[in-house]
């Protein structure tokens, strides 16, 4: 049964940083494409980064300022966000894609809030 525990979301001033994990279980991690999603109130869910066979992919409005990557031997991707600002505020979601297939899974979604 495939699990994914998102952490590290919080409340921070704008131009401060937080880093996002996701715990992923019950499946090879290697085999899916890892992504963070987010969601702020009144707005689709757009697709902020993704990772997969060491390419990465951004949303031009975290280009520069947000980093994603896995710790392959721990099942885990992170989502390290630099310089944040208010329009970042949203829940993010960690997602994974089984790759060549519609396997798709999502974890619960953790809140990030920018204000001052």
């Known amino acids: 049964q495939v699990h994914l525990v998102e952490s590290g979301g919080g409340s921070v001033q704008p131009g401060g940083s937080l880093r996002l994990s996701c715990g992923a279980s019950g499946f090879r991690f290697s085999d899916y494409a890892m992504s963070w999603y987010r969601q702020a109130p009144g707005n689709e869910r757009e697709r902020v980064a993704s990772i997969y066979g060491g390419s990465t992919y951004y949303a031009d409005s975290v280009k520069g300022r947000f980093t994603i990557s896995t710790d392959n031997a721990k099942n885990t991707v992170f989502l390290q966000m630099n310089s944040l600002k208010p329009e970042d505020t949203a829940i993010f979601y960690c997602?994974?894609?089984?790759?060549?297939?519609?396997?798709?899974?999502w974890g619960q979604g953790t809140q990030v809030t920018v204000s001052s």
């Open positions: 997602n994974a894609r089984a790759v060549g297939t519609n396997n798709n899974y």
